[in-house]
């Protein structure tokens, strides 16, 4: 089974601070996403990559950096937080190319509160 | 039922009990997955249904999928306190590579 891990799983940061969520993959999987889970909503996409040095835009990329440092590592930047991005972070990833409909595998969740 | 941004449903019914939870979708899509997201964890896959499918089963799931009204639906029968969650439906769209866009969900709870 795909293992997807993510640190921190807890943060506490200030409006205006940084802040870098990790992910990590360790099935090889090309595809890698980030989405954010709000209450009472389901999951909307961030940004997503299918590999290594690769950035695609999600569906609510404002306010949001991303980069795939190798097929195992994605990392999403908030480099001015804000209180609207107070969210519960979900990373994933999945083997699926263009017409191979993939399940994808998500950790565990960082929950980030912006004061 | 569920979709896009629309606010979490919310189920409760008795351990035993059957359930059907529906999803719509505003555009064509190949395949529709439902996924299950125990409280504290991630979600999880649990059945992928394609366009040309009306139906797939495992266990005690089963999904169908309407193309013509552009709906899908997962049953749980005999449902135990541990289906307690919330079910997500997903689309993928062709021209959308390997995105998938997950519907608001339903929160089942299942009572002893």
């Known amino acids: 089974e795909a293992a997807v891990t993510q640190s921190p799983r807890n943060k506490v940061t200030v409006t205006g601070g940084n802040v870098t969520l990790s992910c990590r993959q360790t099935?090889?999987?090309?595809?890698m996403y980030w989405y954010r889970q709000d209450t009472g909503h389901g999951l909307r996409l961030i940004h997503y990559?299918?590999?290594?040095?690769?950035?695609q835009i999600g569906d609510v990329p404002d306010g949001y950096k991303a980069t795939r440092t190798t097929q195992e590592d994605f990392f999403l930047l908030l480099e001015l937080a804000s209180p609207s991005q107070t969210s519960l972070y979900f990373c994933?990833?999945?083997?699926?190319?263009?017409?191979?409909?993939?399940?994808?595998?998500f950790g565990p969740g960082t929950r980030l509160t912006v004061l | 039922s569920q979709w896009g941004e629309e606010n979490l449903q919310a189920l409760s019914i008795q351990e035993g009990e059957d359930v059907t939870m529906n999803c719509s979708y505003k555009?064509?899509?190949?395949?529709v997955q439902w996924y299950r997201q125990k409280s504290g964890k991630g979600p999880a896959q649990l059945i992928l249904?394609?366009?040309?499918?009306r139906e797939k089963r495992s266990g005690r799931l089963r999904a169908t999928l309407d193309t013509s009204s552009q709906s899908s639906s997962l049953s749980i029968t005999g449902t135990l306190a541990t289906d307690t969650a919330v079910y997500f439906c997903?689309?993928?769209?062709?021209?959308?590579?390997?995105?998938?866009?997950f519907g608001g969900g339903t929160r089942l709870t299942v009572r002893p």
């Open positions: 249904i394609r366009s040309n499918e």
């Open positions: 997903a689309t993928h769209h062709n021209n959308a590579g390997a995105k998938l866009t």
């Open positions: 555009t064509y899509t190949t395949v």
């Open positions: 099935n090889s999987h090309n595809y």
């Open positions: 990559s299918y590999g290594a040095g690769n950035l």
């Open positions: 994933a990833s999945s083997d699926g190319w263009g017409g191979n409909y993939a399940e994808q595998f």
